[in-house]
């Protein structure tokens, strides 16, 4: 990645060098895509491994993979819920092409893969599960989770993964003056599952 490129960037100018590796998670088999400036480039972080393998299993029809990177939390959830339909969205084009091609290494038919603006307005998601992009900075992030939240539908939910030393515990008390509650589903490795729900 290049010093000018961040997983966050919608177009990165490092050069593009296609990986793929197998992942074990959740007891699921995964065969995750990569490349140069999109996150989990190589061996999946630990951050997303503590969301799948902790996370609540959706039992909604209609999930979102926000920020998906290498598709990784979408390949996922279309495995653990087969007949879910499973958008996964990023800002970032490179990462774009990569998850939809960990969806076509894994033979997934439910995981829709798109920009951001590419989601129907009027769409809403029974589920979020989510390794945010604290990098991008508090304000961006509050009006990224502010958006994305608001979509949920009366009775979703959504699974956020922080660390604790990049924010997690402020963020949980944030959220909960947006309105929602939030609970602590597990801390693994310094990493926190968030589970938010609306109040």
């Not at 290049?2 to 990165?12: A, G, I, K, L």
């Not at 060098?17 to 699921?28: A, C, I, M, N």
Request: charged share 20%; aromatic share 6%.
């Amino acid at each position: 990645m290049s010093s000018s490129d961040h997983y966050f960037t919608p177009d990165p100018t490092s050069p593009s060098t296609p990986t793929t590796h197998q992942v074990q998670v959740r007891k699921l088999q995964l065969t995750l895509a990569g490349d140069r400036g999109v996150f989990n480039h190589g061996e999946l972080d630990w951050g997303t491994r503590v969301l799948i393998e902790n996370a609540q299993v959706p039992t909604g029809g209609v999930l979102l993979d926000l920020g998906c990177g290498g598709g990784a939390i979408a390949v996922a959830l279309a495995k653990l819920r087969p007949n879910a339909e499973v958008w996964a969205v990023d800002v970032n084009e490179r990462a774009i092409e990569v998850a939809r091609r960990s969806v076509k290494l894994n033979d997934l038919s439910n995981v829709r893969v798109v920009t951001v603006g590419d989601v129907p307005a009027e769409l809403q998601f029974d589920a979020i599960w989510s390794n945010p992009p604290i990098r991008i900075g508090k304000d961006e992030l509050h009006r990224l989770l502010r958006e994305w939240l608001a979509r949920l539908t009366p009775q979703g939910c959504a699974d956020l993964v922080v660390h604790k030393n990049l924010g997690s515990d402020s963020l949980a008390k944030w959220l909960a003056t947006e309105g929602y509650v939030v609970q602590r589903h597990a801390s693994k490795q310094g990493y926190r599952v968030l589970h938010v729900t609306r109040a």
